[in-house]
């Protein structure tokens, strides 16, 4: 099974910062990396696929990179409905897995 | 707009089943691979199982495995969960949801598994 790593846990930022958060996979993944946000209530919107996609109607300030066994989801600048838990996921192989999540809280 | 709306979730007793349904609209589901994912109470997402197109090939997790079936009925476009022999630690949101490229999550249902 592919584990995935996600960092940090916990994110505390301000308004219009500039934040990353990182995910590793145990073995290479061949860019098949996914990004979702959850919010407080529980929906789960569909942020970016294969790495770099944005999603339908997904705001320009978030992005995504990586390669082989390393990503990262950045926000350019935090609006505040930003603040929310994120999760990464992997989709090279069964069974799919995902981050354990990072909390992006006001600080 | 893509719609997934769970249903049948509730208060069951350990080693009982329960059946999960998703009614899909908004696009041509027989042309999607379809999934479940849950989140246990203060936890993190788990993926639980994936249908192809047909049908024909299912897809789960080892802690899933033999006791949980998911199925789907293209022509009501509905995609389902039949869960058996449930443990206390199948208590969780299950979330419908269509996987990979552009995604969809459904709202989720809650199941909890208590005596």
């Known amino acids: 099974d592919i584990q995935m790593t996600q960092s940090p846990s916990s994110l505390p930022a301000s308004l219009g910062e500039r934040v990353t958060i990182s995910c590793r996979a145990s073995?290479?993944?061949?860019?098949?990396l996914n990004w979702y946000q959850q919010k407080p209530d529980g929906t789960i919107k569909p942020l970016i696929y294969?790495?770099?996609n944005l999603q339908s109607g997904v705001p320009s300030r978030f992005s995504g990179s990586g390669s082989g066994t390393d990503y990262s989801l950045t926000i350019s600048s935090l609006e505040p409905e930003d603040f929310a838990m994120y999760y990464c996921?992997?989709?090279?192989?069964?069974?799919?897995?995902f981050g354990s999540g990072t909390k992006l809280e006001i600080k | 707009e893509v719609q997934l709306v769970e249903s049948g979730g509730g208060l069951v007793q350990p080693g009982r089943s329960l059946k999960l349904s998703c009614a899909a609209s908004?696009?041509?589901?027989?042309?999607?691979?379809m999934a479940w994912v849950r989140q246990a109470p203060k936890k993190g997402l788990e993926w639980v199982a994936t249908?192809?197109?047909?049908?024909?090939?299912?897809y789960y997790p080892d802690s899933v495995k033999g006791r949980f079936t998911i199925s789907r009925d293209n022509a009501k476009s509905s995609l389902y969960l039949q869960m058996n022999s449930l443990k206390s630690e199948d208590t969780a949101t299950y979330y419908c949801?269509?996987?990979?490229?552009?995604?969809?999550w459904g709202q989720g249902t809650l199941v909890t598994v208590s005596s």
């Open positions: 996921q992997q989709d090279a192989s069964f069974p799919l897995t």
């Open positions: 073995q290479g993944i061949s860019n098949n």
């Open positions: 294969y790495t770099s």
């Open positions: 249908i192809s197109t047909s049908g024909s090939r299912t």
């Open positions: 949801a269509r996987l990979g490229g552009k995604a969809y």
């Open positions: 908004g696009f041509t589901f027989s042309n999607y691979y």
